[in-house]
């Protein structure tokens, strides 16, 4: 059973930066595809996408964080460690991230900024930034 778990949650200030970890384990046969995200929420709002990272690395970002968060991953041999750096965080970055996995497909051959397609998410680690 796959699982995906994300870290490194806390506060910080405008301006200043954060890093969150997910750990996506638990596969037991050779993962060709994938398209991994980090997703964000806030109380009455809709899950939003992020960024995103393929299996051949391309990444994808939204436009709200272009230029200010970095995706990476680092493929061991039985998991995979998903990374977002966040750099010069706003107010209005604050939310609970989630860390989502889909296999079987890279990210341009779905709608990857949407929500629904990935089957495997984590519980959600909370970001404040403060002004």
């Known amino acids: 059973q796959v699982r995906v778990m994300e870290s490194g949650g806390g506060s910080a200030q405008a301006g200043g930066s954060l890093r969150l970890s997910c750990e996506v384990s638990g596969y037991t046969r050779r993962i060709r595809y994938y398209c991994f995200g980090w997703f964000r929420q806030t109380p009455g709002k809709e899950r939003e996408a992020v960024a995103h990272?393929?299996?051949?690395?391309?990444?994808?970002?939204a436009s709200s964080v272009k230029g200010r968060f970095t995706i990476s991953q680092d493929n061991a041999k039985s998991k995979t460690t998903l990374y977002l750096q966040m750099d010069n965080l706003q107010p209005q970055d604050a939310a609970t991230y989630y860390c989502?996995?889909?296999?079987?497909?890279?990210?341009?051959?779905?709608?990857?900024?949407?929500?629904?397609?990935?089957?495997?998410w984590g519980q959600g680690t909370l970001i404040t930034v403060s002004s």
């Open positions: 989502a996995a889909l296999y079987d497909m890279k990210c341009a051959g779905f709608p990857y900024h949407l929500p629904a397609p990935y089957k495997n």
């Open positions: 990272i393929d299996n051949e690395g391309t990444t994808n970002y």
